[in-house]
């Protein structure tokens, strides 16, 4: 098997990490789990590793959606079956120079994290849309945010060159390396990136090659994680794509809102309120409605009494049932209600008429329905109305 991950011949994505198209040959490849895979004698498709996740792109013309490594290998998951022999091997640019630039932006925000604040951080996650470290700080104000992000833009802006290099396990032991900690059973050279006058730190992953190239890093939001604060960020692109989508939607915002960017949230907060307003006086309106409806019903004096309610709700017909109730001496009536396609009834009976939940369930059999009460009120919902006359019958 190709072993392409030793420490003496490093492969092209770490030789030359802005390259973006290569001519390799297919060693090996297999079948894992119904993913099939190959193994090249070189690649430029970076491997899942230290937070960074894998590349994509394609073998002649057949997609690579994952790269692993995997004992000595690397081993690259393609769409269909690759046959052994020449390959010409094509990065997802755009993918890997986002992660390029999170990931270079990840070092220099925790370099003077550390440095200038005295945050170290203790774990790093890159996903699609954002990215976070975690600090051991216990919590950080808007000001401690605004310093380090102040902070980081000038060493953006001071354009530091990124230089990886391998060394020699002695080597590395001799040199002041931000981690000292390296894999267990680690053996040969040690990959370190150092950001000029800045960093130097181990790491396996593909960079910028200066530190103007993050172009920007945005502090989004913090949150506390076990005791230390999670950061949230984005770097580069990523950060002027999710400012324009900011702006988009402050413009969409503006125009339903009618109000400029600094006065949103307040002409959000006044519509909500107004919403409450409005649906408080529709429960009122609603509440007076059913009064009338079961006075309208008292009115009629008949023993048996139903009313039907097009475009009312459950809580309707339960008050018309229960105000009737209150007043109805030994009469019954059945409210019966649709909206929006759905069916409700009540049964209201007054305390000389006889037992509402007996009747109620025998009703609720008739209508196919379902319902439960309490008292001189029985209500339920039933997949249709056709059962009207039979239950009329059954409290006549
Ligand atoms: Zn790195």
């Given at each position: 098997m190709a072993k392409n991950v030793d420490a003496t011949s490093p492969p092209a994505y770490e030789r030359?990490?802005?390259?973006?198209a290569l001519d390799a040959s297919v060693l090996a490849s297999g079948d894992e789990a119904g993913r099939p895979y190959v193994v090249l004698d070189d690649t430029i498709l970076f491997p899942e590793g230290g937070g960074q996740p894998p590349d994509h792109g394609f073998l002649n013309d057949i997609e690579v959606f994952d790269v692993q490594k995997k004992g000595g290998d690397i081993r690259h998951y393609v769409a269909a079956p690759v046959a052994p022999g020449p390959a010409r091997v094509r990065l997802d640019w755009d993918r890997r120079f986002d992660h390029m630039q999170q990931h270079t932006g990840q070092h220099l925000l925790s370099a003077v994290a550390q440095d200038r604040f005295g945050w170290q951080t203790t774990a790093f996650h890159l996903s699609p849309e954002v990215c976070d470290v975690e600090l051991d700080v216990r919590a950080l104000s808007p000001a401690d945010l605004e310093a380090l992000e102040e902070a980081v833009a000038a060493e953006i802006r001071a354009a530091h060159a990124v230089l990886p290099r391998r060394v020699t396990l002695d080597e590395f032991r001799a040199l002041p390396v931000r981690t000292r900690g390296l894999p267990e059973g680690h053996a040969g050279d040690v990959r370190l990136v150092e950001i000029e006058g800045v960093d130097l730190n181990t790491c396996a992953g593909t960079h910028l090659s200066?530190?103007?190239?993050?172009e920007v890093l945005a502090l989004l939001s913090v949150e506390p994680l076990r005791g230390g604060t999670r950061l949230f960020f984005v770097a580069g692109r990523r950060a002027r794509r999710r400012l324009t989508r900011h702006e988009e939607r402050n413009a969409a915002l503006r125009k339903s809102l009618g109000a400029p960017d600094a006065g949103l949230v307040d002409a959000a907060k006044a519509k909500l309120d107004q919403l409450s307003e409005t649906q408080r006086a529709l429960r009122r309106a609603e509440e007076e409605l059913a009064v009338a409806a079961a006075e309208a019903a008292l009115a009629a004096r008949a023993r048996v009494v139903h009313a039907h309610f097009e475009g009312r709700d459950m809580a309707f017909v339960q008050t018309v049932a229960r105000r009737f109730a209150e007043k109805a001496g030994a009469r019954a009536a059945l409210l019966t209600a649709t909206r929006e396609g759905q069916h409700v009834f009540a049964l209201g009976v007054g305390d000389?008429?006889?037992?509402a939940q007996a009747l109620g369930r025998e009703i609720a059999s008739l209508f196919e329905g379902k319902g439960g009460g309490s008292g001189r009120v029985f209500q339920g919902k039933a997949p249709?109305?056709?059962g009207v006359d039979r239950a009329l019958k059954l409290l006549s």
């Open positions: 030359e990490p802005y390259r973006t200066n530190t103007a190239e993050i000389g008429f006889g037992d249709g109305l056709s």
